[in-house]
């Protein structure tokens, strides 16, 4: 007994108390900053992978961001990644990061379903898609139940069924062959139910944008409540979006 008691003094906390203020470790890239300095615009656009970067003026979609870090690298007087993890949004237009902007990724209100909270502001059970997916937002996503993260202490899980769930969670580029499942699962959700995209793969595509393989063509068809970029996802960003989308107090 007393060997156990050291061993859970030794080992401190093993949670994140809070998760919205949590400073992030190491080489993480968060949000970039574009500094408003006379560069080759073409030059930089043609360094990202994914055209991630529009020019005149310069700014940059987090959507189709993979997080390579190059154009920083190659650019470091105009573009910086800070560590901020608060990528999240559910406007697909405040994911573009334009010159000069150093604020906080936004969330649209008017865009949030008033069911949303009411119904699942306690408990949201999500299902995870993998449509195509290279298996890392899928290990980002397991993290963020991991003790560390523990997402579960908001009432946020993950669910085996789609009946069971009251949302889908999509990674991956939803590739031709996952495409019908991805319907089907979705359709298996009772209704209302929320659509987060996690990853840069599910919000654009990524680096298979342009691939006959793909078939996206669900998202043409239903809305998108939230959208995580990152490549893979950070449990923290995963976490403060949904936080967000429920309105829980403290998310960004
Ligand atoms: S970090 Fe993003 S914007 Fe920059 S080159 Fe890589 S993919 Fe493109």
Redesign the pocket.
């Known amino acids: 007994m007393l060997n156990n008691i050291k061993i859970l003094w030794h080992q401190g906390k093993q949670f994140i108390p809070d998760v919205t203020t949590a400073k992030v470790p190491g080489i993480f890239r968060g949000r970039p900053v574009i500094r408003e300095v006379k560069v080759d615009e073409v030059q930089l656009a043609e ?4 055209k ?2 529009s020019t005149g003026p310069i700014s ?1 979609d987090l959507g189709k ?8 690298i190659q650019f470091p007087q105009k ?1 910086e990644f800070t560590k901020d993890y608060k990528l999240s949004s559910n406007d697909r237009e405040y994911l573009i990061i334009k010159e000069g902007d150093d604020e906080p990724v936004r969330f649209n209100p008017d865009l949030i379903r008033s069911e949303i909270h009411r119904l699942f502001g306690r408990s949201l059970k999500l299902r995870s898609v993998s449509a195509g997916g290279d298996n890392s937002c899928e290990w980002e996503l397991n993290s963020s139940n991991n003790v560390q993260f523990d997402v579960s202490r908001f009432g946020i899980d993950f669910v085996a069924s789609a009946r069971h769930a009251d949302g889908i969670v999509i990674t991956g580029p939803i590739t031709a062959n996952m495409a019908e499942s991805v319907e089907r699962c979705y359709n298996a959700v009772p209704s209302p139910k929320v659509i987060i995209l996690a990853g840069t793969d599910a919000i654009s595509g990524g680096i298979f944008l342009d691939s006959p393989a793909l078939n996206r063509e669900f998202l043409l068809k239903h809305k998108v409540d939230l959208y995580v970029p990152g490549n893979p996802i950070h449990p923290l960003t995963f976490i403060n979006g949904v936080l967000s989308l429920l309105k829980k107090k403290g998310a960004q």
Request: charged share 5%; aromatic share 6%; hydrophobic share 40%.
């Open positions: 360094i990202c992978p994914t991630a970067i940059l961001c993979t997080f390579c870090g190059e154009c920083s573009i």
